[in-house]
Every structure is written in structure tokens, then in C-alpha cells.
């Protein structure tokens, strides 16, 4: 048996207004202490920096990769070495009681309290050595994470210069990660990409961190990952596969007794020709970046592995179809 809980609700003492990475590694031991194998939770996936009333895990910005919102800011090891960070942390300690002390979580509040933090935290490992450990196991890791995670780094400081607007309005030249644009953003705007790197480092490093003492502590299974259906179709993953994405439609439900207008969800539907083209390589990704091994994974609304209703854009629920996905190749996939 196991337990099942959404990590943002989960509290502490001494947290930061939201369940973190540490809170998880507490809830991993005490599970494992009643005799559990497994803790189930909801989607990490990286949600929009820019706009953190837009809180649901199940309408991410990108799904390979982990929302910062989930650091715990008092475990990065730059904190100590930060006379500035360590100066923000105490006189933010009534901030951080107030927001801890909520019994709703304050996204924006806790995201304007821990990017502080962590800018200056980020400012002292830029200050370390080419030779220190900490940068040789960062390199390591966004070497690891090869080009999605350069691009989602990229995409992450081009949408801090462009707050609250989607990626469709952005200027022609950003609009794709290959557009002729991109690459002199990037250079321009380098200390920002590489922010967008440190914070999937830490958050990465903390999750290795709260698996491993959970899996020392008993938990048989370690946690239960979630992988939402899709992603906002103005987050970082339909930028950096738009062919991947049929961005004129919308995933959703026929009217039912549940909803009798029907459903729709806002998530562009994954396009089946580019998956037969590109044999699920997308899907595999999206699964290899969520699924703890050993582990198991949650799929959301699995039968979308056999069939998704496509809404056009602009039109009702009720105008919607059904079509059918490539259910064998997905399986073959998932074994």
C-alpha cells in the first residue's frame, strides 16, 4: 500500500508556503515507517514563471521538465556561501511564517519570495570556480539534458522578456526554437538561460535527493509520478515541437449527463501523422522524463492512448470528434 497526495498541499514546519522537495522526502520516510512501498503525487511539470496564478499541474508549460515553485530554497548549497542570500532569507523570516502560515498556497507570493532567493543564490555559484564539484556535477547535468532542455531554458528567458505573452505573438524571429532569432537571444540573454538551467539543476537534485532518502528509509517503490494528458498551447513544450502539436484544435469531452455542453481542456491535441513520422519519440519523451525507475507512473485520462476528441478552435464541445491515436505503437512504447 501507499499513500497518495498532492505535494503542494502538503505542509511543514519551516517550509516556504508551499510543500516542496523536502516535504516530499519527509512524506517518502513517514510512509515508509507505517509500512508503505509507494507514494503517489501529482505533476511537477514546469508551469509559467511568469504568470503563477495559472497554478494547475494539469495545464503545464512543459512536461520533461520540474517546476521550480518546488525548491526548497534552504537546501540549495549556495545558500550558505551567499552573504546576500543568507541576509534575504532572515529578513524574509515573517514573510515566509505568513505565507507558511496560509491555508491556501499564495503562488505569486511564494514565487516573488523564493526568486529572490534564488537569484542570489544563483549569483554566488556564478562566482564559483570552473573547477569546483558543484559546477562539474552542473555541467554534467545540463550536458544530460541535451538540446529539450537547452531549448526549454531558452524559451524560459525569452518569455521572462515577454511576461504574460503567449509564444503565437511573440516576434516572427522567436516564434520557433529554430527561428532566426533564437540563437542571437540567447547569446544576448545568456546569465538568464542559464538561470532557467541552474533552477532545473537544483529542482532535479532535490527530487534525486527525496527519492534516494525515501527509497534508504523502506519505501519499496519510491514515488508515483503523474504525467498530465498534454501541455498549454502556449507553453515551452508546443514551442519546441510545433509540428508535434495540432495547435488549431483543442482536446476535450462530447456533452454528457456530466457536462452537457461538453468539455474543452485547451490542450492541442499531439498530431497523429507527426507521431507515426517520428515513431512516438515525443510520447516516449514525455514519459521518460517523469517515470522513476524503478517506480510507476500515473498516465492522465489513459484511454487517450486509444482515442482523443478534437475540438476545432472556435468551435462548441458539442462540434468535436473523436480520432483514433496510434494505441499498439503507444503501448509498444510504454513496454
Given amino acids: 500500500?501507499?499513500?497518495?497526495?498532492?505535494?503542494?498541499?502538503?505542509?511543514?514546519?519551516?517550509?516556504?508556503?508551499?510543500?516542496?522537495?523536502?516535504?516530499?522526502?519527509?512524506?517518502?520516510?513517514?510512509?515508509?515507517?507505517?509500512?508503505?512501498?509507494?507514494?503517489g503525487i501529482n505533476p511537477l511539470h514546469a508551469l509559467f514563471a511568469g504568470d503563477r496564478e495559472r497554478a494547475s499541474p494539469y495545464h503545464p508549460s512543459d512536461r520533461r521538465f520540474l517546476d521550480p515553485i518546488y525548491i526548497d530554497v534552504e537546501r540549495v548549497p549556495d545558500l550558505a556561501d551567499s552573504h546576500d542570500a543568507r541576509s534575504l532569507l532572515?529578513?524574509?523570516?515573517?514573510?515566509?511564517?505568513?505565507l507558511s502560515a496560509r491555508t491556501h498556497v499564495d503562488y505569486a507570493g511564494?514565487?516573488?519570495?523564493?526568486?529572490?532567493?534564488?537569484?542570489?543564490?544563483?549569483?554566488?555559484?556564478?562566482?564559483?570556480?570552473?573547477?569546483?564539484?558543484?559546477?562539474?556535477?552542473?555541467?554534467?547535468?545540463?550536458a544530460g539534458g541535451g538540446l529539450p532542455l537547452r531549448q526549454f531554458a531558452v524559451f524560459e528567458a525569452i518569455a521572462a522578456a515577454h511576461p504574460c505573452v503567449p509564444w503565437q505573438r511573440w516576434p516572427d524571429s522567436l516564434r520557433r526554437p529554430d527561428a532566426s532569432?533564437?540563437?542571437?537571444?540567447?547569446?544576448?540573454?545568456?546569465?538568464?538561460?542559464?538561470?532557467?538551467?541552474?533552477?532545473?539543476?537544483?529542482?532535479?537534485?532535490?527530487?534525486?535527493?527525496?527519492?534516494?532518502?525515501?527509497?534508504?528509509?523502506?519505501?519499496?517503490w519510491g514515488f508515483f509520478r503523474d504525467l498530465a494528458l498534454g501541455a498549454a498551447p502556449d507553453g515551452a513544450e508546443p514551442w519546441a515541437s510545433?509540428?508535434?502539436?495540432?495547435?488549431?484544435?483543442?482536446?476535450?469531452?462530447?456533452?454528457d449527463?456530466?457536462?452537457?455542453?461538453?468539455?474543452n481542456w485547451n490542450l492541442p491535441p499531439p498530431h497523429t501523422v507527426a507521431m507515426s513520422t517520428y515513431a512516438c519519440t515525443g510520447f516516449a519523451a514525455v514519459c521518460v522524463a517523469n517515470w522513476p525507475r524503478p517506480g510507476a507512473l500515473r498516465i492522465?485520462?489513459?484511454?487517450?492512448?486509444?482515442?482523443?476528441?478534437?475540438?476545432?478552435?472556435?468551435a462548441a464541445a458539442a462540434d468535436g470528434a473523436y480520432v483514433r491515436y496510434p494505441l499498439d505503437a503507444l503501448l509498444g512504447v510504454l513496454s
Avoid at 242 to 255: E, T
Avoid at 300 to 314: K, Q
Wanted: some cysteine.
Fill in 110 to 142: 511564494v514565487c516573488k519570495l523564493k526568486s529572490a532567493l534564488l537569484d542570489a543564490c544563483f549569483a554566488q555559484f556564478e562566482r564559483r570556480s570552473a573547477v569546483d564539484p558543484l559546477v562539474a556535477e552542473f555541467d554534467r547535468f545540463v
Fill in 1 to 39: 500500500f501507499g499513500l497518495a497526495a498532492h505535494l503542494y498541499a502538503l505542509r511543514r514546519r519551516g517550509d516556504q508556503g508551499i510543500g516542496d522537495l523536502t516535504t516530499l522526502s519527509l512524506l517518502g520516510e513517514a510512509t515508509a515507517r507505517a509500512g508503505g512501498s509507494i507514494v
Fill in 300 to 314: 492522465d485520462h489513459a484511454m487517450g492512448l486509444s482515442r482523443l476528441f478534437w475540438i476545432p478552435a472556435g
Fill in 181 to 220: 532569432g533564437v540563437a542571437d537571444f540567447a547569446g544576448r540573454h545568456a546569465r538568464g538561460v542559464r538561470r532557467a538551467l541552474y533552477l532545473q539543476w537544483l529542482a532535479d537534485r532535490q527530487l534525486a535527493a527525496a527519492d534516494g532518502h525515501a527509497r534508504a528509509s523502506g519505501l519499496t
Fill in 90 to 98: 532572515a529578513n524574509a523570516n515573517a514573510g515566509i511564517a505568513s
Fill in 257 to 263: 449527463a456530466f457536462s452537457p455542453t461538453g468539455q
Fill in 242 to 255: 510545433p509540428g508535434a502539436y495540432a495547435l488549431g484544435a483543442s482536446i476535450g469531452a462530447p456533452p
